[in-house]
C-alpha cells in the first residue's frame, strides 16, 4: 500500500503530466482522455485527504475515549497536546499546560541523578518505562506508570515525545495494605508472628555485651467461655484492651498478638530481673477489665525464656516459648513457667519428629499425595477427588497424620505443609490433563493457620498460574473448627473472593462442630461433607436416618451438595441412594489411592469401556 498522502503516487504525476500534454495534443479525443487522467489524479487525490481526516478523527476519539493520560510533546518537552484523561487525572486543562515543559509538572521527589538516567535511557533506546511521582493543579502528589516513545523524522531527529500514563495511587495504598495484612494482626494492629520473627531477629542481631532479651508467651485462660458467654464483639474487644495494656507496660518493648488468645512479649534489658518482669505482666494484666458493665479478671497462662542464655537464634527462642508455655499448661491453667533443658528431654522423640518433618518438607521426596475418589450415587460415576497428605518416613514408613498434623500445627509448619499441598495437587492436575485422563475437581483440605497466616490467597494464584490450570478444578475444603477458629479472622469475605475466583468450597465434617446453622446461611459454600460419624451406624440408627435427612432437606433448600464421607457398607450406599444424597465417599467404593494405583485403575477403566464399546458395534453389525 502506499504512503498516506506521499507524493510519491504514480496515478498524481500522471494527472500532472496529462494535465500539461492536454495543451499541446492536436486531437480532441486525445485532449478528452488527457483531462479525464488529470480528473482521475484530482479524486485519488481528494479521496487521500479524506482517509487522512477520518484517520485524525479516528485518533482523536480513541485518545478521548482511553482512562490512561496521553501527553505529547516536541523535541524540547513542551507540552503540545494532551487528552480528557490528563485532564482528569492532573486536573490541568490544556490551554493551562499548553507550552510548559512536562518536568514542571514532576513532584520533587527525584534528584537530578534520576532524570540523568532517564534521558540517557529515552536517548539511547527511544523510549522509558517506570514509575514517577507527579503533582496534580491541588498540589498533592500521586504515583503514576509512565511511557516515554521518541518519535522521530525520516533522517532520525527527534521531533516528538509522546507519553503515556496511568495514576497508580490505589495499587500502591492496595500494596500497603497487603502488607500490612502481611504483617500485622488485623484486631489488634499490633504485629503478628510473622513480624514479630523478624523484630525477635532484629534483636537477637543488634544484642550489646551486657544486654539480655526478656521474652513471654501469654495465653489468656477459658477464653472461649468468655466468648460464649458474653459474644464475640465483647471477646474482641477484650483481646484489643489486652494488647493495649500490655503495649502500655513494655514501653520501649516490643508486644505482639500470635494469634487467637496468645500474646508474646520482648524486651531488652541490662537487668537480672526475669521472673520479676514476668509476675509483674501476669499481675498487670491480672486487674480487672471493665467492658460494658462487665468487670473481667483474667487467669493467665506464661511461658518465658531469656537470650541468650535460652538460645541465639530466632526460630530455636520461639520453639523454646512454646515449649514452656505448654508444659505450663500442662501443670494447670493460670501458671508461670520459664524454659529450661529439662523440657527439651521431655520433648525429645517428639522435636526429633518435627526436625524430621522440616527436612521432608525442605526435601519434598517423602511427602506425597493419596486420592480418594467421590461418586455420583446416581450412575456410579467419578465426581472428585480428596487429596490426603502422606508422609513416607526412610526409617518408620508411613507416619500417621494423626501423628504429625498435630505437631505440624503447634510449631508453626502448617502453611508451609499447606503450601506443599496446593502446588504438588495442581502439578498433578496439569500432569493428568496432560494425558487426557477425566477431569474432575480434586479436593484440598485448608488449615486455620493458611487462613490466619494470609499467604493462602498468594499461594493459591501462583500455583494456579504456574501450572496452568483452572481454578474449578481445585477445591478448598474447611473443618466448622477452622471457621469459627478467632486467629483467622472474618473468613466469609476472603472465601467469597475465592469462590469468584473460581474455586468450589465445602464443609468438612459437617455436624461436628458449632453453630452449623448460623454459619451456613452467611458463608458462601457449595458442598458439604457430612461427617462419617452418622453414617457408620446407617440405616439401623433411628437418630442417624433422622439427622442425615434432616441435612439433605437443609442441603436441598440451600441449593448445596452433599457428599455423605465413610461409606463402607452396600447397605448404607442404598440408604443414602434412596434418601437422595448425592454424592459418596468411602472404603465401600475406593481408599485412598496413590497416583500410581490411581492411574492404574483410570486405564483399566477406560480399557473395559472401550472394549465394551467394541463388543457392542459387533453385536449390532
Not at 499448661?329 to 493460670?334: A, I, L
Not at 477452622?482 to 464443609?507: F, K, N, S, T, Y
Request: proline share 4%.
Amino acid at each position: 500500500m502506499w504512503p498516506v498522502l506521499s507524493l510519491n503516487r504514480p496515478l498524481l504525476w500522471v494527472s500532472l503530466a496529462a494535465v500539461s500534454a492536454s495543451v499541446w495534443l492536436p486531437d480532441v479525443g486525445l485532449r478528452v482522455a488527457a483531462v479525464l487522467i488529470a480528473a482521475t489524479g484530482l479524486w485519488d487525490a481528494w479521496r487521500q485527504v479524506r482517509l487522512e481526516r477520518l484517520r485524525s478523527r479516528l485518533g482523536q476519539e480513541a485518545l478521548t475515549m482511553t482512562e490512561e493520560g496521553v501527553i505529547v510533546t516536541d523535541a524540547d518537552n513542551r507540552i503540545l497536546v494532551v487528552n480528557p484523561a490528563f485532564t482528569q487525572i492532573t486536573g490541568y486543562e490544556q490551554a493551562e499546560v499548553k507550552g510548559l515543559n512536562v518536568a514542571s509538572l514532576a513532584a520533587p521527589r527525584h534528584d537530578s541523578a534520576f532524570f540523568e538516567r532517564y534521558w540517557q535511557t529515552l536517548h539511547s533506546t527511544g523510549r522509558w518505562e517506570g514509575e514517577i511521582w507527579n503533582r496534580r493543579k491541588q498540589g498533592d502528589e500521586y504515583p503514576e506508570w509512565l511511557k516515554v516513545r521518541a518519535v522521530s523524522d525520516d533522517r532520525g531527529r527527534v521531533r516528538h515525545y509522546v507519553c503515556l500514563f496511568s495514576d497508580i495511587s490505589l495499587r500502591k495504598a492496595r500494596e500497603r495494605d497487603l502488607r500490612r495484612i502481611g504483617f500485622e494482626d488485623p484486631l489488634t494492629g499490633l504485629p503478628n508472628r510473622r513480624r514479630l520473627h523478624d523484630l525477635l531477629t532484629s534483636r537477637l542481631r543488634h544484642l550489646q555485651a551486657g544486654e539480655s532479651l526478656d521474652m513471654a508467651m501469654i495465653d489468656i485462660d477459658a477464653f472461649k467461655e468468655i466468648n460464649d458467654g458474653l459474644g464475640v464483639e465483647i471477646g474482641d474487644r477484650l483481646l484489643a484492651r489486652v494488647g493495649e495494656r500490655l503495649a502500655r507496660q513494655v514501653a520501649g518493648g516490643v508486644v505482639g498478638r500470635l494469634g487467637g488468645d496468645e500474646y508474646m512479649v520482648i524486651r531488652t534489658t541490662t537487668f537480672d530481673d526475669h521472673e520479676q518482669w514476668v509476675a509483674g505482666l501476669q499481675s498487670h494484666l491480672g486487674e480487672p477489665f471493665e467492658l460494658d458493665g462487665n468487670t473481667l479478671r483474667l487467669g493467665l497462662t506464661v511461658g518465658s525464656c531469656r537470650a541468650p542464655e535460652d538460645g541465639r537464634e530466632s526460630s530455636v527462642l520461639f520453639q523454646r516459648l512454646e515449649s514452656a508455655l505448654y508444659a505450663a499448661k500442662r501443670h494447670g491453667r493460670n501458671h508461670c513457667l520459664r524454659f529450661k533443658p529439662a523440657l527439651d528431654v521431655q520433648e525429645g522423640p517428639r522435636l526429633a519428629l518435627v526436625n524430621e518433618l522440616r527436612n521432608a518438607l525442605a526435601s519434598g521426596g517423602q511427602l506425597e499425595l493419596h486420592y480418594q475418589p467421590q461418586y455420583r450415587l446416581a450412575d456410579d460415576g467419578l465426581a472428585g477427588l480428596e487429596a490426603l497428605l502422606r508422609w513416607r518416613h526412610p526409617r518408620d514408613g508411613m507416619v500417621s497424620p494423626g501423628e504429625f498434623i498435630p505437631l505440624a500445627e503447634r510449631h508453626g509448619l502448617m502453611a508451609a505443609l499447606g503450601n506443599w499441598v496446593i502446588d504438588h495437587a495442581l502439578a498433578q492436575l496439569a500432569h493428568w490433563r496432560r494425558l487426557g485422563m477425566p477431569e474432575v475437581p480434586v479436593w484440598i483440605n485448608i488449615s486455620a493457620m493458611q487462613l490466619f497466616q494470609g499467604d493462602l490467597e498468594s499461594a493459591l494464584a501462583a500455583g494456579l498460574a504456574r501450572h496452568k490450570v483452572p481454578a474449578r478444578l481445585l477445591g478448598l475444603e474447611l473443618t466448622e473448627s477452622v471457621l469459627l477458629d478467632e486467629r483467622a479472622g472474618d473468613v466469609a469475605p476472603r472465601l467469597e473472593a475465592l469462590r469468584e475466583r473460581g474455586h468450589p468450597v465445602a464443609i468438612d465434617d459437617f455436624g461436628t462442630g458449632y453453630s452449623s446453622l448460623g454459619y451456613l446461611k452467611h458463608l458462601p459454600l457449595d458442598k458439604l461433607k457430612l461427617d462419617r460419624a452418622f453414617i457408620r451406624a446407617l440405616p439401623d440408627d433411628r437418630a442417624d436416618t433422622a439427622i442425615v435427612d434432616a441435612v439433605l432437606a437443609m442441603a436441598r433448600g440451600l441449593a448445596l451438595e452433599v457428599v455423605a464421607e465413610g461409606v463402607e457398607t452396600r447397605a448404607q450406599r442404598d440408604f443414602l441412594r434412596s434418601v437422595g444424597c448425592e454424592l459418596v465417599q468411602g472404603f465401600f467404593y475406593d481408599r485412598p489411592l496413590s497416583v500410581d494405583a490411581l492411574e492404574t485403575r483410570w486405564r483399566e477403566r477406560a480399557s473395559a469401556e472401550a472394549s465394551e464399546v467394541a463388543a457392542s458395534a459387533e453385536s449390532m453389525a
